[in-house]
């Protein structure tokens, strides 16, 4: 029997997982990561590492690791393109899709990237294992677990020798995927809607696939044509591939000389693929109808599941991430109170509907540009040629256009961040920086090259954007110290900065949210609203679940 301990145990090393460890390695908090597999010849469908997930990379300081891992480096053109086959019509063309472009823009602190799921791994094991409170083991079988007052007591078991292992923790957190056994442990069930597609993920080598079409460099090809419509594109180096076709029957069965049959009937192009994995798939709509019992959490997959529409499953599991590690530190380190655990769900549940729903609206009106007949040689087939390609930059462009979508996510409204008595700003795919409470900082390059975000603390952050607030900032001070909240006070006295959050002073989250903006400080109730001290504090659930 190998017996552990940890502050908090982390089932499950994919994104979210690995990025739960960083953030709570970062805080100096235990943490225990154990993954059931060994991560080799993992197949991912996730490709889009959004804005939003590499500005958390930027503040682990790994972002340029994963840009140094881009498989045709960071300049690669973003492009999707929208063709009836590979090797035929193109109907439309969206450059720069999700933001990729390595130039600076006033919006955000980090672009995009496309990059395989398993290269964006390997950036956030390597960096876990530097971190000198972070244990990262794989091979390690979860078979229950059992929560009491003090913490959580986790079997498990190694793989590999057959060792039995016993983890003691203060939390568990359950990022383990669809089939997530911490979510049943807490009794949730998945609601919503199951099976609005089936699909296959399907990687293969096809050498001298991208010089065979007239397309150009993308990383996205979407076939429209009736016969076929999937997806295909560049994945690495090595002239690795995914296909996806997509809404197939279900007594559709592929072998690897059928895939690479259909491979050939969808693209038109008349070469030899290898195929090296064919991975069967469901596009659901579902949301856990609990995100926590007492001390066991999830996040990630185990709590919500969409549609791959968009590239939002990464971004957040990673939110989840960010958002439970600073508030798990919080309440492990003193200075914030149990119920700010509370939030979590609170906060987190909103943003997952929404950005479902864009999910779910991104597949149906995937369906709406399928034809029949656009390959015709006639003018017929011209005509609607053209109608789809109008269509498809009406109808599509949100998509891959999607800014207001990962960065103007809002928790305005929770009891975590200060009301104001404005109307928080309508949520839109166009993305508008604002300071409301709830909001993403807004952003700014600032005239020495850096960042806004590079000078926020670790903790909260005073920003100061007016000469004066002496005595603002002496008591922001002071009160901080007594309830022993981490803060970090930022000077920039700057016009341009005060028009940006619209107020001289504005105190930001540890996850870069805001959480108040004012003219002068308000006094001490502002920091216990955001440690949770100012909600009665329930204790931990001493009921124990067992599985």
Request: proline content about 7%; glycine content about 8%; hydrophobic content about 40%.
């Amino acid at each position: 029997m190998i017996e552990l301990e940890a502050d908090v145990l982390v089932i499950g090393a994919g994104p979210t997982g690995l990025g739960l460890a960083a953030e709570l390695g970062a805080r100096g908090i235990s943490c225990l990561v154990v993954e059931r597999n060994d991560r080799v010849g993992y197949a991912p469908r996730a490709k889009t590492t959004h804005t939003r997930v590499r500005e958390h990379l930027r503040r682990w300081g790994v972002a340029a690791d994963l840009a140094a891992a881009a498989p045709f480096g960071v300049d690669y053109p973003s492009d999707i393109v929208f063709v009836t086959r590979l090797a035929k019509h193109q109907l439309a063309r969206f450059e720069n899709a999700f933001s990729c472009a390595p130039a600076r823009n006033d919006f955000y602190s980090e672009h995009a990237q496309w990059v395989p799921q398993y290269k964006l791994e390997e950036v956030l094991r390597a960096h876990v294992a530097t971190l000198p409170t972070v244990d990262l083991r794989f091979n390690v079988l979860v078979k229950g677990l059992e929560q009491d007052a003090h913490g959580v007591t986790t079997h498990a078991a190694d793989t590999a020798s057959g060792d039995e292992i016993l983890v003691r923790s203060q939390y568990v957190v359950g990022a383990d995927g669809p089939r997530s056994l911490v979510r049943e442990t807490i009794g949730a069930t998945m609601e919503g809607r199951q099976g609005l597609s089936r699909n296959f993920n399907i990687i293969f080598r096809a050498p001298g696939l991208a010089q065979a079409h007239p397309q150009g460099d993308a990383i996205m090809y979407w076939q429209v044509d009736a016969e076929t419509p999937s997806t295909l594109g560049p994945m690495d180096k090595g002239d690795l591939w995914f296909f996806m076709p997509a809404n197939v029957p279900e007594d559709l069965q592929l072998t690897d000389d059928s895939a690479g049959a259909l491979i050939r009937k969808a693209t038109g192009v008349d070469m030899s693929f290898e195929i090296l994995s064919c991975d069967e798939w469901y596009a659901n709509q579902l949301v856990a109808t609990r995100y926590r019992l007492g001390r066991m959490l999830i996040a990630g997959d185990a709590c919500h599941l969409h549609p791959p529409l968009g590239g939002y499953g990464m971004t957040l599991g990673v939110g989840d991430s960010v958002d439970l590690g600073w508030k798990l530190a919080g309440v492990l380190q003193g200075w914030a109170a149990p119920a700010l655990l509370d939030s979590y769900e609170l906060e987190r549940r909103p943003v997952h509907r929404s950005v479902i729903d864009e999910a779910v609206g991104n597949h149906a009106a995937n369906a709406a540009i399928v034809r029949h007949g656009l390959e015709e040689d006639s003018p017929a087939g011209e005509a609607l040629r053209r109608e789809v390609g109008d269509l498809i930059r009406t109808t599509r462009a949100r998509e891959f256009r999607s800014l207001g979508v990962v960065l103007g996510y809002s928790y305005a409204g929770s009891p975590f961040v200060a009301p104001e008595a404005a109307e928080p700003p309508p949520s839109a795919t166009d993305y508008q920086p604002s300071a409301y409470p709830g909001r993403l900082a807004p952003h700014a390059w600032l005239e020495d090259g850096s960042s806004l975000y590079d000078h926020f603390g670790p903790g909260f952050t005073l920003l100061v954007f007016a000469e004066g607030h002496g005595d603002d900032v002496a008591a922001a001070a002071r009160q901080a110290i007594e309830v022993k909240a981490p803060l970090a006070v930022v000077r920039r006295p700057d016009p341009r900065l005060a028009a940006l959050y619209e107020a001289p002073l504005a105190l930001v989250r540890p996850d870069q949210h805001v959480a108040w903006r004012g003219a002068a400080w308000p006094g001490p109730q502002i920091l216990e609203r955001v440690t949770g001290r100012l909600f009665a504090a329930a204790p931990a659930s001493t009921e124990t679940e067992k599985v």
